[in-house]
């Protein structure tokens, strides 16, 4: 921002930057912020959730867990590999 970055620019539209520079321009606390980026962010995924039908055969669900990235890994092989 010191250097003349507006917040108009595209960049500034994704979660957390707006709030932040508000913070920092003294237009809002830090924890205003951090409540505005958690709702911003609760009404994104709401709405990526919509995109979704949960039964959509196409579509391969993996819960996030501790230590899933290997199995990730595997999937993705065996994806690439059949394709």
């Given at each position: 921002?010191?250097?003349?970055?507006?917040?108009?620019?595209?960049?500034?539209?994704?979660?957390?930057?707006?709030?932040?520079?508000?913070?920092?321009?003294?237009?809002?606390?830090?924890?205003?912020?951090?409540?505005?980026?958690?709702?911003?962010?609760?009404?994104?995924?709401?709405?990526?959730?919509?995109?979704?039908?949960?039964?959509?055969?196409?579509?391969?669900?993996?819960?996030?867990?501790?230590?899933?990235?290997?199995e990730l890994e595997a999937r993705v092989r065996r994806w690439i590999a059949g394709s």
């Open positions: 921002m010191d250097r003349g970055y507006s917040l108009d620019l595209p960049a500034f539209s994704a979660i957390g930057y707006r709030q932040l520079a508000e913070t920092v321009e003294g237009r809002a606390s830090l924890e205003d912020a951090v409540q505005k980026i958690r709702r911003s962010t609760r009404e994104f995924v709401r709405r990526q959730a919509n995109w979704f039908n949960p039964d959509d055969p196409r579509i391969e669900w993996i819960e996030a867990r501790p230590g899933v990235e290997a």
